[in-house]
C-alpha cells in the first residue's frame, strides 16, 4: 500500500531552497508535524541533503595551473605512447621475420649437413673451401626470403611513418 499526500512537493520545494525547517511557512511545519507521510520525506530527504553538503565540504579542487599542468603531462605522455607504437609494431615484425629466417635456413640445410656442422665445430673452427659451397648453396633461398621480406614490410613501415594518427 502505498501513500501519497499533496504536499509531498512542497516539502521537497522546501529542503531543496534550503529553507526546511526554519525558513518555511508555519502551515508547512505543522501539516509535516501531522502527516506521517510527509514526515518521513522530510526526514529522509534532509539526511540525504545534509550527506550531500558533506560531500561538497570535503570536496578539494586542485588549482588551474595544476590541472593545466597534469592535461600537458597526460597530452605529452599519449603523444609519447602513440609514436612508439609503430616502433614496437615494426620491432615485432622484425624479430618474427629474424625467427622466420632462422627456421627457413634450418629447413633448407640437408640433414647430413647439420651432423657435419655439429662435428666441425666440435673440432674446432678450421674453414675450407668446401664449408664455404655448403654455407652458399643456401645463400639464395635466403636473400629471396630476406627481399620478399623488406618488399612486405617496408610499404608498412612507410604507412605507419607518414600517417598523422
Known amino acids: 500500500m502505498t501513500c501519497e499526500c499533496d504536499r509531498e512537493q512542497d516539502v521537497l520545494d522546501a529542503l531543496a531552497a534550503g529553507r526546511w525547517p526554519a ?17 518521513d ?12 553538503d558533506d560531500g561538497w565540504r570535503d ?9 593545466w599542468w597534469r592535461a600537458q603531462l597526460r597530452a605529452r605522455e599519449d603523444a609519447a605512447r602513440a609514436a612508439g607504437r609503430p616502433v614496437a609494431f615494426i620491432q615485432g615484425v622484425a624479430v618474427s621475420v629474424a625467427v622466420w629466417l632462422a627456421i627457413a635456413l634450418v629447413r633448407v640445410i640437408p640433414a647430413q649437413s647439420l651432423g657435419e656442422w655439429r662435428a ?10 668446401a664449408d664455404v659451397s655448403r654455407l652458399t648453396a643456401a645463400v639464395p633461398l635466403v636473400m629471396f626470403v630476406i627481399v620478399g621480406a623488406w618488399l612486405l614490410l617496408a610499404p608498412i613501415a612507410i604507412y605507419f611513418v607518414a600517417t598523422d594518427e
Request: hydrophobic letters at 50%.
Open 23 to 39: 525558513r518555511c511557512d508555519e502551515d508547512l511545519r505543522a501539516h509535516v508535524e501531522t502527516c506521517v507521510v510527509c514526515r
Open 41 to 52: 520525506l522530510a526526514a529522509v530527504a534532509a539526511a540525504f541533503a545534509d550527506d550531500r
Open 59 to 67: 570536496v578539494h579542487v586542485p588549482s588551474a595551473g595544476i590541472a
Open 120 to 129: 666441425w665445430l666440435a673440432d674446432g673452427v678450421t674453414i675450407t673451401m
